[in-house]
């Protein structure tokens, strides 16, 4: 069906293109390098046969793959992003391929001894006999989220070649900047113009997501009164010891480090302090609306007490929210996701249904009017050295797409 060998040849000329985008950057895109692989697919996009490809004065390359069928059925759209995370090197990317993995160490850098292990990734195990491609140890590989791109330029080039698959109009956009949060900012929804869309920009084959976490920040300032400590008594007071009364006032089970699935958290990240004054900075995060708001209450009552207790302000709180789970612009079209979970049932896939324990660019999109679950682009271990795909998982994907274009023809011609 998808032709494998141009499938990897695609990839391939993808992820050897550097996009890192940069955290520090206020400029839009945040790096200038983002622009080459957007230009590289402006032009392959136009090859192919796909429609008002426009590349945009913000790096927003957008497509059309018109309708085949005479009904009017949703336009729906699929996106990935073109940047690689910040956290690791995309310079010089020199991809691996493992044909026929048989279940052993792979060596990715002999000279460095870098042994991607499934005695440590236990996911490898799960592609035996598949072709695998790595790192050589040195970089990230970008399959995160060039693998998102291949398969919907691949699906998008399949639908095309195959006019008997019916299908109505596609949308397809690659944005940049998803990895410094800003994918989503100048995401031109109304030009875009499809009533939903799907990000191919999931891990793992099989997933398929539609909740994330409700996130806020919370700075607290606790002021301080500085004396000589040979003559502080009754005037004397410390605001670092007071950080720690703060920090203690809080549930100690509902960190990072003992959480999972849906459970929340508060994450202390940093902490600056003298006598005079301590600055504590948190991070809030909760899937369920009403628990956010209540970890967001309960950092103010204890600001409260202590402020009541010293009959004085010497604790500040100031919060701002970041994002919200999507789940509550995706829950009233709910069929969105089943379209999804259905396609992959009908090609074998088994469906894997988890609340993101993160933000992605399809929860900002959801809620500026474009419902955006997020779909498996094949990748493991993003953001690393041990970063890999197997070249099925992304065939698979392929499929999905193609999938969910026939099926939501079928569903509503
Ligand atoms: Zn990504």
Redo the contacts with the bound molecule.
Sequence with gaps: MIDKQHLINRFLSYVVIDTTSDPENSAFPSTEKQWVLAKMLEKELIKIGMQEVELDENCYLMATLPSNISENVPIIGFI??IDT?PDFSGTNVNPQIIENYQGNDIIINEAENIILSPNYFEDLQEYIGQTIITTDGTTLLGA??KA?ITEIVTAMEYLMQHPEIKHGKIRICFTPD??VGKGAHLFDVEKFGADWAY?M?GSQIGELEYENFNAASAVVTIKGKMVHPGYAKGKMINSLLLATDFINALPTLEIPGKTEGYEGFFHLHDVTGSVEETKLEFIIRDHDFDQFEERKYLLQKIAFDMNEQFQNTVVLVDIKNQYFNMKKMITPVMHIVDIAEEVMIDLGIQPIIKPIRGG??GSQLSFKGLPCPNIF?GGHN?HGRYEYVPVESMIKATEVIIGIAQKVAEKYG
Excluded: C, I, L, R
């Design positions: 990935s992003h995370s995160d989220d998102g998803e990895e990000t920009d992605t660019d682009a993003f």
